[in-house]
C-alpha cells in the first residue's frame, strides 16, 4: 500500500496564478483532510470531507477549493494564489471512528508551496 | 487565547535523558488525545493515542492526561537521538464535532 500520496511535492507560483493540489489514498478511508502548516502555528484545516461527493470547511478555507469525486482523491485548488498561501499542505485521512473520525489520521508527505 | 496551547521549544536535552512534553486545553469537551511525531520535511505520524483520562504506556513512551488540570503529557524514557523532531499534541471532542484541534508542536533536540 502506498498510504496518503500528494501531487506535486513542491511549487513556485506567482501571485494571482492557479493551481490544482491532489490527494490520494489506497486504504479505502472515508475521511479526508487538508491542512496547512506554517511555522509557530501547528496544523490549521482548510477543507475536510466526510465521503465521496462532500466537502466541508474548516478553520482557514478563504482562498480555497476542494473537490472529493471519488473517494480515494481529494483535490485542493488556488484559485488566485496570494503570498500568504505560502506554507506546507498536507493531506491526511482515516476511517470513520467510533466518534465519527477521531481516531489515527494518515499524513501524506506534504507540499511546499512558495508564492511569489 | 488558542485552545490548544504548546510552547515551541526548542528543547535541547542530552542522550539518554528524560523528555517531558506538555500542552494545555481550554476546552472541558475534550476525550481524545493524541500525540503526533513529525520529523523533518515529513508528514506527522501517530505516536500515542489516550482516550479521557490517565496514562498509557509504549515502550519508551508514557502519555498521561489530566482532565480536572486540562494538561496532558508525554514522557520520553532513555532519550535517544533518533527521537529529534517535532511533537505535536492534538484533541478532539463532541464540541470540536470531533475534527482534530492541534498544538503548535515542540522541537526536541536530542544531543548525542
Known amino acids: 500500500n502506498a498510504g496518503v500520496t500528494q501531487t506535486p511535492k513542491f511549487r513556485v507560483l506567482k501571485t494571482g496564478q492557479s493551481m490544482t493540489l491532489l490527494c490520494a489514498q489506497d486504504m479505502n478511508h472515508e475521511y479526508m483532510y487538508w491542512y496547512r502548516q506554517d511555522p509557530g502555528m501547528g496544523l490549521r484545516l482548510i477543507h475536510y470531507?466526510?465521503?465521496?461527493?462532500?466537502?466541508a470547511k474548516g478553520e482557514v478555507p478563504d482562498g480555497y477549493n476542494v473537490s472529493r469525486l471519488k473517494k480515494q482523491n481529494f483535490l485542493l485548488g488556488l484559485e488566485s494564489a496570494a503570498p500568504s498561501q505560502t506554507s506546507v499542505y498536507f493531506c491526511a485521512s482515516n476511517m470513520k471512528g467510533l466518534a465519527g473520525g477521531s481516531e489515527e489520521q494518515f499524513f501524506g508527505p506534504g507540499t511546499r508551496l512558495t508564492v511569489l | 487565547q488558542k485552545e490548544v496551547e504548546q510552547d515551541p521549544g526548542p528543547l535541547s536535552v542530552p542522550e539518554g535523558a528524560i523528555v517531558s512534553l506538555n500542552c494545555t486545553y481550554s476546552n472541558s469537551a475534550f476525550q481524545y488525545f493524541m500525540w503526533y511525531r513529525q520529523y523533518s520535511r515529513k508528514g506527522p505520524e501517530l505516536l500515542m493515542y489516550t482516550y479521557s483520562s490517565g496514562n498509557k504506556e509504549d515502550g519508551r513512551f508514557t502519555a498521561q492526561v489530566d482532565k480536572s488540570s486540562k494538561y496532558i503529557s508525554l514522557f520520553i524514557r532513555d532519550s535517544q537521538p533518533s527521537d529529534s523532531a517535532t511533537y505535536l499534541c492534538?484533541?478532539?471532542?463532541?464540541?470540536?464535532?470531533?475534527?482534530?484541534?492541534w498544538g503548535a508542536g515542540t522541537k526536541l533536540i536530542i544531543k548525542p
Open positions: 470531507s466526510v465521503g465521496e461527493g462532500t466537502t
Open positions: 492534538a484533541m478532539s471532542g463532541m464540541d470540536s464535532n470531533y475534527q482534530l484541534i
